[in-house]
């Protein structure tokens, strides 16, 4: 079993969704990057709607604190009514972008096949892609998991090259725990992750799977972070709730680890 013994950075990202105007959004960062000051051991970002990207990039500036956006399209420019290329997120100073969200899949028919195109497209200009799988929880009960997770990275990986895996993100949602209050137990969460990181290893080798960082979402809360970020291959989180809240989604990103308690 590949596990998570090679040195990788925590990750915390919070995942506004539709919340939160563009000035509501740069005074949330400047709170919080006053709040956290100089955080050394682990990375934050924020993923703000794309009309407060470009002041959250501002106010973010020379903090600990990354911007990312929601979505992304996979080309660089054209007719394309509505949507925002990879091109224009990196010229704003976004760092990364998720891709392939459950409420993206649910509500505007994203595909595996869209995925995997707009995660080539983050590559190629300098985008961190965070990649998102998950079951929901008619899968779940009917003991799909693996198999809807598989499938969901397999898509996700599949333009994705050996030596880029470090630069891939893979967030795993299940979808019955996101904005539901229930959340896989960090060990339930962990099992599925472990079971990521395997797979990456099939396909793309150890160093990959090694090397890729794997968060968890689904109600993550000051109450839940510190079980879920002692698992060995839980690198991180992806908030939603719990980051439109400054007390708590500060609390979420001074996660204490196992070794430190």
Known sequence: MVMGTSPRVPLVVGNWKMHKTSSEG???????????????????????????????????????????????????????????????LSSLGVKACIIGHSERRKYFGETDEWVAKKVRAALDWNLMPIAC?????????????REVVVGQL????????????????????????????RTATPEAAQEVIGVIRERVS????????????????????????????????????????????????ARIVRFVCASET
Do not use: H
């Open 133 to 145: 799988v998950g079951e929901d929880e008619g899968q779940r009960d009917a003991g799909l998991t």
């Open 154 to 181: 397999e898509a996700a990986l599949a333009l994705v090259k050996a030596w880029e895996a470090r630069q891939v993100v893979v967030a795993y949602e299940p979808v019955w725990a996101i904005g539901t209050g």
């Open 26 to 88: 740069a005074a949330f960062v400047r709170d919080l990057a006053c709040r956290l000051g100089q955080v050394a051991d682990r990375e934050v970002m924020v993923a703000p709607p794309f009309t407060g990207l470009a002041e959250a990039v501002r106010a973010a500036d020379g903090t600990c604190i990354g911007v990312a956006a929601q979505d992304v399209f996979w080309e660089k420019e054209g007719a394309f009514t509505g949507e925002i290329s990879p091109l224009m």
């Open 202 to 249: 099939d396909l793309l080798g150890e160093a990959a799977a090694l090397g890729v960082r794997v968060l968890y979402g689904g109600s993550v809360t000051p109450q839940n972070i510190d079980g879920l970020m002692a698992q060995p291959d839980i690198d991180g989180v992806l908030v939603g709730g719990a980051s439109l809240d400054i007390d708590a989604f």
